[in-house]
């Protein structure tokens, strides 16, 4: 659609106002002359001049006749026909006839002369013309033009200018109570649908942070209540074994050590709960500086295999770590090291009795890959498209011997991340779940 700019349609809008009297103008003097020339009017005035010349012939032959109503009503005939009126007086200024008495004192073009006989004076004439120079038809024809100028300028301006912004603030208010589907209008001017433009760019911004806001709304009462829930369960048993240990429930050493053994445990899920909130939080939302050394990832891989033996032993795991090449690479090694611990957690976890974990490393190019793959269920397709999120769990219990918090592989992602590297979830052709991911090469 075409638009115009608000200059042009004012200047638009001036030309109608100029032009469009005038037009109404020339038209009404066209109809009334049947001629465009606006010079004074020769023909007619000569057709007015034979007329006037025939009536004073006509009240000059007929000076004896005067007085006869014959003869004036012959005269009124012929000033009807001329449009003219007649006045006739004696030498003495009597009126002795009048062809229209209440034209007397109208402001009309009059012609006066004296009817001479003898040399001597018998009689004045006066003669009222037609007002052939008039322009009272063409002069309100040009005032009605104004006005319908000013009137088609209106409804365009209340088209084009008013009804656009009127609507638009209507749209403005509705926008504010929460209704997107507000329709915005379309306008032929420029300026106005730039802003209408900008208007919808604006709303579907607002639009798409609503939509936002609510998701993280939802995302935060979720993070709240899983949190709660991670938090309330070894707390509520802490606090059980807390008030035996008080009340002398456990009375022989075996029961006060059990008792003993309970409480540390669940005081150390406690410790790493709150610590793996906090790393999420250091890594979601604060601007951690990482401190970059030179990392062997094979040696990384070897010291969290080493701390989670025991678990791996419990478990009869046997843990196996293929390397190919160095693998050194360019990160914190502190952040590394927890992303590896997670990764490696998750798959001792998961992984049954008497099944297997199988670790490589290479170098690859610019690459440094590694995978991390287990014996056991593997992913379901839910668990491949939300396993990342933060706090996601597969069993809905939230029950922390199958699993950890929720935390460790989102927290291990965005570690990895951080170093300009990628991981993602598999599961294996052979069976089990796979965990692969990449950092670049130390240069």
Not at 191 to 199: A, F, S, T
């Amino acid at each position: 659609m075409r638009t115009l700019r608000i200059r042009s349609f004012m200047i638009l809008c001036l030309v109608v106002i100029l032009f469009l009297p005038w037009i109404f103008f020339i038209t009404a003097h066209f109809m009334e002359t049947n001629t465009l020339n606006f010079t004074k009017n020769q023909p007619r005035d000569e057709k007015l001049q034979r007329q006037l010349a025939d009536v004073i012939h006509q009240i000059e032959a007929g000076s004896d006749q005067w007085m006869d109503s014959k003869w004036q009503s012959q005269l009124h005939k012929e000033l009807q026909l001329a449009r003219m009126d007649a006045v006739i007086l004696n030498a003495s200024d009597q009126e002795i006839y009048s062809s229209n008495p209440d034209r007397k004192n109208a402001s009309l073009s009059t012609e006066r002369f004296s009817i001479l006989e003898d040399g001597h004076v018998i009689g004045k004439v006066i003669i009222y013309l037609p007002n052939v120079d008039s322009r009272q038809v063409q002069v309100i024809s040009a005032f009605l033009g104004l006005l319908l100028a000013f009137l088609i300028i209106g409804i365009g301006m209340r088209r084009l200018l008013l009804k656009p912004l009127e609507k638009m603030s209507l749209g403005a208010r509705q926008i504010a109570v929460g209704d997107w589907s507000v329709q915005l209008p379309l306008s032929r001017i420029t300026e106005i649908k730039e802003v209408r433009d900008g208007y919808e760019v604006m709303v579907n911004g607002l639009q798409q942070a609503y939509q936002k806001q609510t998701e993280l709304e939802a995302e935060r009462k979720f993070v709240i209540a899983a949190v709660a829930h991670d938090l309330r369960t070894p707390l509520f048993a802490l606090r059980g074994y807390l008030d035996g240990l008080e009340q002398g429930i456990a009375q022989s050493p075996d029961k006060i050590a059990k008792y003993v053994a309970v409480c540390k445990e669940k005081s150390t899920q406690l410790d790493r709960l709150v610590e793996e909130l906090f790393t999420f939080t250091k890594m979601e939302y604060l601007e951690t500086k990482l401190n970059s050394t030179a990392v062997n990832l094979n040696l990384i891989l070897r010291k969290s295999m080493d701390s989670l033996a025991p678990l791996a032993q419990h478990k009869s795991i046997p843990v196996s770590i293929h390397s190919a090449g160095d693998c050194t690479i360019n990160g914190d090694a502190h952040l590394v090291e927890r992303a590896m611990n997670n990764l490696l957690d998750n798959a001792v976890r998961h992984t049954p009795a008497h099944g297997k974990i199988t670790i490589e490393c290479s170098q690859d190019g610019n690459h440094v890959k590694f995978s991390i793959r287990d014996s056991g269920p593997g992913f379901s397709s839910e668990e491949l498209e939300r396993v990342f999120e933060p706090l996601y769990r597969g069993e809905v219990s939230r029950n922390r011997s199958t699993g950890g918090s929720g935390l460790g592989l989102t927290i291990s992602q965005k570690i990895i991340r951080r170093h300009g590297g990628e991981l993602t979830a598999h599961n294996h052709p052979d069976g089990g779940a796979l965990l692969a991911g990449w950092f670049p090469v130390n240069d």
